[in-house]
């Protein structure tokens, strides 16, 4: 987890009734600062605007390919454009504009085919679910 993020989720007041499960004992957290490979294949990518540490993830399947999960970075196709107009529960427009490009280049780079995105309910009903899987 991007350690800012883990901090905003800690003290924002608008993330404070979520403290239970941010809190629980027991749990253990491993922080990143930015960028950072998980594992081989997985990529953790810094994507604040949303939130400040917001953080997408990119997937490389063996068959599908690069999968981009942009989630709230990237809400829905309409936003791929970083000069689309943004949704109002953003916190730094200037970040996920910033946030936007790079994933988009990333994407471009990786030749990437599906991008997930967070709030798309087009996209959703075309996306595999439990118990079918990408590979």
């Known amino acids: 987890m991007q350690r800012a993020h883990y901090a905003v989720a800690r003290q924002h007041p608008r993330f ?13 957290y491993r922080l990143v600062d930015g ?7 997985i990529e ?14 990119l997937v490389r399947l063996r ?3 690069p999968v981009l999960l942009a989630i709230d970075a990237i809400t829905g196709r ?5 000069q689309s107009p943004e949704i109002p529960q953003d916190m730094n427009t200037n970040a996920k504009r910033a946030s936007v490009r790079k994933l ?5 780079r990786e030749g990437v ?4 995105f ?15 899987f990408y590979a």
Do not use: M, N, Y
């Open 104 to 108: 988009a280049t990333i994407a471009e």
């Open 118 to 132: 967070g709030h798309d309910p087009e996209q959703w009903r075309t996306l595999k679910k439990s118990p079918a």
């Open 78 to 82: 309409r936003h791929l454009d970083p």
């Open 113 to 116: 085919q599906l991008i997930v």
């Open 44 to 57: 953790l990518i810094e994507s604040s605007g949303h939130v400040p540490g917001h953080q997408s993830v």
């Open 16 to 28: 404070c009734f979520f403290d239970i499960f941010w809190a629980k004992p027991g749990l253990r």
């Open 35 to 41: 960028d950072s490979e998980l594992l081989p294949g």
């Open 63 to 65: 068959e599908t390919g």
